[in-house]
């Protein structure tokens, strides 16, 4: 409701999310079908909307999954207490805890992001957008809505 509510009448969003269980995800939020969604659609004020799932291409995929999904799960779960990941509420995350431990090290973080997408750009297009059907869980989602 919130995101209906910073637009205009006629206004459009655009929106992107992982669209994964907290067993698989770090998210709370998720939708089984394209039904559920669309139901907190229209209750948020939206008047229409379409739903695509977006999957990285092969040579994008390849180069996420080694070079950020890898180093990430792993770096989960050393720092996890229990060995079981729970869902993520930003302002309870170690980033947004402790960024100002980040900060000397942004420039070099920035230049790993910077590097890793034009990797990936390289091998060409890097998403592939599809229509889903009713099912809609374990996908990367995309949302295009009107208010």
Same mark, same amino acid.
């Given at each position: 409701?919130?995101?209906?509510?910073?637009?205009?009448?006629?206004?459009?969003?655009?929106?992107?999310?992982?669209?994964?269980?907290?067993?698989?995800?770090?998210?709370?939020?998720?939708?089984?079908?394209?039904?559920?969604?669309?139901?907190?659609?229209?209750?948020?004020?939206?008047?229409?909307? %379409?739903?695509?799932?977006?999957?990285?291409?092969?040579?994008?995929?390849?180069?996420?999954?080694?070079?950020?999904?890898?180093?990430?799960?792993?770096?989960?779960?050393? +720092? %996890? +207490?229990?060995?079981?990941?729970?869902?993520?509420?930003?302002?309870?995350?170690?980033?947004?805890?402790?960024?100002? +431990?980040?900060?000397?090290?942004?420039?070099?973080?920035?230049?790993?992001?910077?590097?890793?997408?034009?990797?990936?750009?390289?091998?060409?297009?890097?998403?592939?957008?599809?229509?889903?059907?009713?099912?809609?869980?374990?996908?990367?989602?995309?949302?295009?809505?009107?208010?």
């Amino acid at each position: 409701m919130n995101l209906a509510s910073v637009l205009r009448p006629g206004g459009r969003l655009l929106l992107q999310f992982p669209n994964y269980p907290p067993s698989l995800s770090p998210g709370m939020t998720h939708f089984r079908t394209r039904a559920g969604l669309g139901r907190l659609m229209a209750t948020a004020g939206f008047t229409q909307w %379409s739903i695509s799932s977006l999957k990285l291409r092969r040579h994008a995929g390849f180069l996420y999954e080694y070079l950020h999904e890898r180093p990430i799960r792993a770096y989960r779960r050393y +720092r %996890s +207490r229990n060995g079981l990941p729970r869902p993520l509420i930003y302002d309870e995350s170690w980033a947004f805890q402790h960024g100002s +431990r980040l900060e000397p090290f942004k420039y070099a973080l920035h230049t790993a992001w910077l590097a890793l997408s034009v990797t990936m750009r390289a091998g060409g297009p890097v998403f592939a957008r599809a229509p889903v059907g009713d099912d809609i869980l374990n996908r990367n989602l995309i949302v295009l809505a009107r208010r």
